[in-house]
């Protein structure tokens, strides 16, 4: 005859042992018996514990932690108002800061920039524009007899 | 807290009576509503489990709170091959487990106690051996306080929690049958004082 173990004597008294068997073998033997009653004791003033909640309800708190959740947001639809409104707003903000920009810079532009497309026009017409007393448009005029510092006697 | 009220099984007041994969779905689609009914539907149970773990009603109510968080946030990943309660138990123990370490490495505060005052002298026995079947299950090792709580509360049994848990259906077996032992001594020594 085998007896019961251990984990079979819980599952009785848990009442979830649907083991006719093991029910007949319990009623026959003395031994498992005494067993089962110790086991059932234990389980039954396992009972006494009762735990009755002191916040009946978790949804608010659920519904406030959720609230900062990303998840959330998108799911609830105003995660895509807030993408839209982002990307407008970074539409705004660029094309407000080029509009600033273009402004700030285009009169200096053509103020200080020569017209000229390179080193040696532009020194020219800077010479042109400002008589040198070094000398300066001389030397770059085209003239040697009076530009060629090798003329002067 | 009944045992038997369990799994997907429909509770009146639940929205429109419909299963807890049913209410997950309509979650992931945004339903808020079907997740409202989900956190009703459990919330008892939950607080419940972790209030037993942690012994604190404070601290059973935050992670209550934010194991329903993360049953929102992975809605959308959720495949219904198991229990629902299976997978939110096991987001509890989880988080449990993650407050218990926090304690463990600060001052962890004191299990609340019930005051016993004014009460007639039969209420008072029976607060003496809630609290003594506390003390006995607070003594546990962490593994055999789980498998305690999950069989002789939330009625689960051992294939069960081994789900939960991810253990050995072996070795929830042999946790559970230490566990009771353990108890069975604890017990007793508490009738005897």
Redesign the interface.
Known sequence: MRHLQEIELIALASGRAADDAAQAHLEACEPCRRRFDAVRRTYDALGAWTAEPAAGELWPAVQRRLLHRPAFAERSGRGRVIRLLRVAAAIVIGVGLGHGAGRLWSPARTASSPPATDVGEALALYALENPSPTGLVMILGDDPGVGNAEGVP | ?SDSNQGNECVAGGSDGADDHELMRRTAA?D?AAF?AL??RH??R???LA??LLGR?DA??DV???A??RV??RARNYEPQAQFTTWLYRIVANLCWDQRRRWSRAPAPLPEREDAGGKPADAIE?DE??QA??RA?ASLPDRQRLV?LL???E?L??REIADITGWSASAV?SC??RA??R??EL?SCEKSK
Do not use: K
Request: aromatic content about 14%.
């Open positions: 807290m945004g808020h409202a956190v009703r919330q008892a939950v607080l419940a209030y037993r009603w059973a109510e209550g709170a934010e329903f968080v929102y946030e029976r051996t809630r079947v506390r299950v305690i069989h002789r509360f009625g049994d051992h077996e559970l049958v009771y032992a108890l069975r017990l």
